[in-house]
């Protein structure tokens, strides 16, 4: 079983900046993916970043390109968000999710990432952006 614990959320004003981390246990395989999703109230869960363990391949959604980046820290097992210039839009709960299992390709960690293709959770860390 995997563990995912995120951390770094809070209140910023718009244009300001968090950083969120997200630590693992370690996880056996070469080549996985790992994500960010987030969820606004009374809105769907949607996936907005990855990286491809292996190939570091990394994607966003157009809402969070040029403003978000993924990275992640092998040695400690952390996935990072860095997220800047941030708007009241972004105010969400946010998750880090892994997929199970030896993904081959980046193009198997979704393109946007899907709440269904992944298996491990953390519980998340609320960010909340005002005007």
């Known amino acids: 079983q995997v563990q995912l614990v995120e951390s770094g959320g809070g209140s910023v004003q718009a244009g300001g900046s968090l950083r969120l981390s997200c630590t693992t246990s370690?996880?056996?395989?070469?080549?996985?993916?790992m994500a960010w999703f987030r969820q606004a109230p009374g809105k769907e869960r949607e996936g907005i970043s990855y990286?491809?363990?292996?190939?570091?391949?990394?994607y966003y959604t157009d809402s969070v390109r040029g403003r978000f980046t993924i990275s992640r820290d092998s040695a400690k097992n952390t996935l990072h968000l860095q997220m800047n210039s941030l708007t009241p839009e972004d105010t969400a709960m946010y998750y880090c999710?892994?997929?199970?299992?030896?993904?081959?390709?980046?193009?198997?960690?979704?393109?946007?990432?899907?709440?269904?293709?992944?298996?491990?959770w953390g519980l998340g860390t609320q960010v909340t952006v005002s005007s």
């Open positions: 370690e996880y056996r395989y070469s080549r996985y993916c």
């Open positions: 999710a892994l997929m199970k299992g030896h993904a081959l390709t980046p193009g198997d960690c979704g393109d946007p990432p899907s709440q269904r293709e992944y298996d491990y």
């Open positions: 990286i491809h363990i292996g190939t570091s391949t990394k």
